[in-house]
């Protein structure tokens, strides 16, 4: 068989061998429903409507879809009919491209391709639009197949817009709720409602529910001055909101309004901050871009493109700097919460262990009234930064403050008694109080009454209906629990004690003779590579965190486990401190003593 040569150089123009093949190309293009539902709401803005109302429901057993608005309806020929003929013979050919550029405004479709978006909603698609003679005409387009129908539509009343309905719906989306698809417009047209001022309603018969299309608003801080992005091809317009570290935080892409990309971050171009900071909210709009035809959620990635992205720069500095702050604030706040959480769980466990064996950094006054010294603010830490502040001090050198309106205490709400829990020898004497407070954990001190009571054990009670009461420990070891019952009014509160009693007590264990103001505050320093976990300063009271520990960096992923991390390093650290001279043995029995008070009480 002879071979044909190519001898001089050939030219020509591609063309389509199959136009079927390739309308049903890109009618399957369209891989998401949703965004099918909104090309058709967008039609119904194009041609000017104010009302738009989307049904979903059932007629005959067969579910189906519908939009109706009161827009013009589908452009007229020259007879004054629907021009449904011109739709459906030109295809990639919108009538919508053959207006002018002012006409154009506010206008997004320009590729005559949306109708065919039906076929990832449904089987069949009808078109009902109105003519000038009153008239309502309908176009018929089936899934799959390539023939339409056109014919008169019998109304007793003609409809000024148009209706397009969907039926039976795929299987696969027959789960559609009128609330996704709400949700959905709302994000994905936002900009298009508001410029618009159209009124959008989604009825779901099957759920019985309506929902009114609200155009979404964004949380956060707005984010204002940030630099104008400006190129050759037109100016970018940007809506940003700094807001706190959130999975579904994402500044999308919009053209005209109508949302082009749910994330810029997922475009490699974008994969640095502030863009993956997952910390901005907004909308990011560049009427110039060129859209991909196929599916209209992509972007051409030619010229205009690379001038989109070179026009971002400067203002993403601004916005890197303000995330920047913004998480170093975030930090101190974190801080400051987590030093109130863990102060607040010390007092409790403080004020129900033992007075004696926890009389640490000179808290034996503010026992007495039931709360704790905690350090002044103000102690920087190595690096130069504040990490951490305190609570407010109790009182002031030289007298106590004078009490303000939200000082003086409410009804009763709670009890609780000190020691909650103790050890002492056989025959001896102790004395436990009932610490009565109110909802703010307030002492309360007026119109109450007291009852002790021992529910468990032996011993004796002197002074049962007093604050305070005495109890002389049998001369047999054994376990004693104690109850309180303090009233005032109607009102009745309970607490337990539980008394270890022993014929022979622990060695007396050497104190650290510190004079500490209060329980220490702490601060970070970043030491990677190194084995310790904190480190505790006695000239500032201060207890200083490794956070480059891998322990530290595995804490940090949750703010629950990070700060119970954190009080564990406070208990290390005390008890370390407190008990010099101790046995190992013992050291672990007082942290596994006062980890158990404490972490109740942390939150």
């Given amino acids: 068989m002879p071979v044909k040569r190519i001898g001089a150089r050939q030219s020509g123009k591609l063309r389509i061998g ?36 989307i049904t979903r429901g059932k007629e005959g057993g067969e579910p189906f879809l519908r939009i109706v608005d009161d827009g013009s309806g589908v452009p007229r020929d020259e007879e004054g009919l629907p021009n449904f003929q011109y739709v459906a013979t030109h295809i990639c050919d919108s009538l919508k491209r053959q207006l002018k550029q002012e006409e154009r405004k506010g206008i997004q479709g320009e590729f005559g391709i949306g109708l065919l978006s039906f076929w990832t909603l449904g089987e069949q698609l009808i078109l009902v639009s109105t003519g000038s003679d009153g008239r309502s005409y309908e176009m018929q387009m089936r899934r799959g197949d390539p023939r339409y129908t056109v014919s008169e539509r019998r109304r007793l009343f003609a409809a000024k817009g148009a ?50 299309v609200v155009p979404r608003e964004f949380s956060g801080q707005l984010l204002h001055q940030l630099p104008v992005a400006d190129t050759q091809f037109g100016e970018i317009y940007l809506e940003l909101y700094l807001n706190d570290s959130q999975p579904d935080n994402r500044v999308g892409l919009y053209r005209h309004g109508t949302r082009v990309v749910e994330d810029v971050a997922a475009w490699d171009v974008f994969q640095h901050p502030p863009w993956n900071a997952g ?136 009890v609780v008694i000190t020691p909650a829990s103790c050890t002492m020898p056989v025959g001896q004497t102790k004395a436990f109080r009932a610490v009565p407070r109110d909802r703010e954990r307030r002492t309360v001190e007026e119109n109450l009454t007291y009852n002790w009571m021992i529910l468990e054990g032996s011993g004796e009670l002197q ?16 376990l004693t629990r104690l109850r309180a019952v303090v009233k005032q009014g109607d009102l009745t509160c309970e607490a337990e004690a539980l008394i270890t009693v022993t014929d022979a007590l622990l060695p007396e264990i050497p104190r650290s003779s510190g004079k500490r103001q209060g329980l220490p505050a702490y601060t970070f320093h970043r030491a ?76």
């Avoid at 309905?165 to 989306?173: C, N, T």
């Avoid at 047209?189 to 009114?212: E, F, P, Y």
């Avoid at 959620?297 to 001038?307: C, Y």
């Fill in 18 to 53: 199959d136009d079927w093949n390739a309308i049903t190309i890109i009618a399957l293009s369209q891989q998401s429903p949703l965004k099918a539902v909104a090309e058709f709401v967008e039609n119904s803005i194009d041609a000017g409507a104010s009302h738009i109302v």
């Fill in 163 to 212: 209706e397009v309905s969907i039926k039976p719906l795929l299987a696969g989306i027959r789960h559609f709720s009128g609330e996704k698809i709400q949700w959905y417009l709302a994000a994905e047209l936002r900009d298009r409602i508001r410029n618009s001022g159209v009124q959008i309603q989604v009825v779901d018969r099957q759920a019985r529910t309506q929902h009114q």
């Fill in 279 to 414: 910390l901005l909210q907004g909308i990011i709009d560049a009427p110039f871009l060129n859209l991909t035809p196929g599916t209209r959620t992509g972007v051409l990635q030619d010229e205009r493109f690379s001038a989109f992205c070179s026009a971002l720069e400067p203002a993403e500095a601004v916005l890197t700097k303000e995330i920047d702050e913004h998480r170093h604030a975030a930090e101190e706040r974190a801080s400051r919460d987590i030093l109130r959480s863990i102060h607040r769980a010390f007092r409790e466990a403080l004020l129900a262990l033992p007075p004696e064996e926890y009389d640490w950094f000179q808290i034996a006054e503010a026992r007495e009234s039931g709360r704790l010294r905690t350090p002044k603010p103000g102690i920087p830490s190595e690096e130069g930064e504040l990490e951490s502040a305190a609570l407010e001090t109790e009182g002031k050198a030289g007298g106590g403050r004078q009490k303000e309106f939200f000082d003086f205490p409410g009804p009763l709400y709670s």
């Fill in 528 to 603: 990677p590579g190194e084995l310790w976990r904190s480190k505790y300063e006695e000239e500032r009271n201060l207890i200083i965190i490794n956070n480059a520990h891998r322990d530290f960096v595995f804490a940090s992923r949750n703010k629950a486990v990070k700060l119970r991390y954190i009080c564990r390093l406070y208990i290390k650290e005390l008890v370390y401190q407190n008990f010099p001279g101790s046995s190992p043995e013992h050291l672990l029995e007082r942290m596994v003593e006062l980890g158990l008070y404490t972490e109740e009480h942390l939150r």
């Fill in 463 to 478: 002074n049962e209906c007093a604050e305070i009461v005495s109890f002389l420990a049998p001369p047999e070891p054994g």
